[in-house]
Structure formats: C-alpha cells, structure tokens
C-alpha cells in the first residue's frame, strides 16, 4: 500500500522538525494538530512499513535506530 500524502508529510517533517523552533512535540501539534504520544505512535509504525523505507531509507533507519537506542535507555533505566 503506497504511503498518503499525510504519511510523507510526517517523513519530511521527522527530517526537519527542529526548524519550527519548537520541540518536536510542540511542533507536531502545531504543523498536524498531534499530541506527542500519537505523533510517536503513528511515526513508530511509519517507520516500520518498507513503503516508508523505500521513501527515504536514510531518515527511516536514523529514526529506527533513535527508537532502539531510546528502548535500550528505558530498560536499562528499569
């Protein structure tokens, strides 16, 4: 299933969200009206699709492993 417009959109912002000026999550609320938990929901599952990875490889494995990386922390945190 090809990615919707709004799935790219959440793509090109992921890349350049911290030129609004904001926190990301901040930034996600204003430009699509997300609270932060659902931004990372929709983006964690983005992320996972091959569309998503076919679209922009470099940004999908930069935020698959941001997402690791924060996994490893909360565990080892635990």
Known sequence: MPLTDRERALLVFERH??????????AARAHFG??????????????????????????VR???RMRATHRAERRAAA
Do not use: M, N
């Open 62 to 64: 930069r935020l698959r």
């Open 17 to 26: 969200w911290w030129r609004y000026g904001a926190t990301r999550a901040d």
């Open 34 to 59: 997300l609270a932060g938990p659902e931004h990372r929901r929709i983006v964690g599952a983005l992320i996972d699709r091959a569309e998503a990875h076919e679209h922009d490889p470099v940004l």
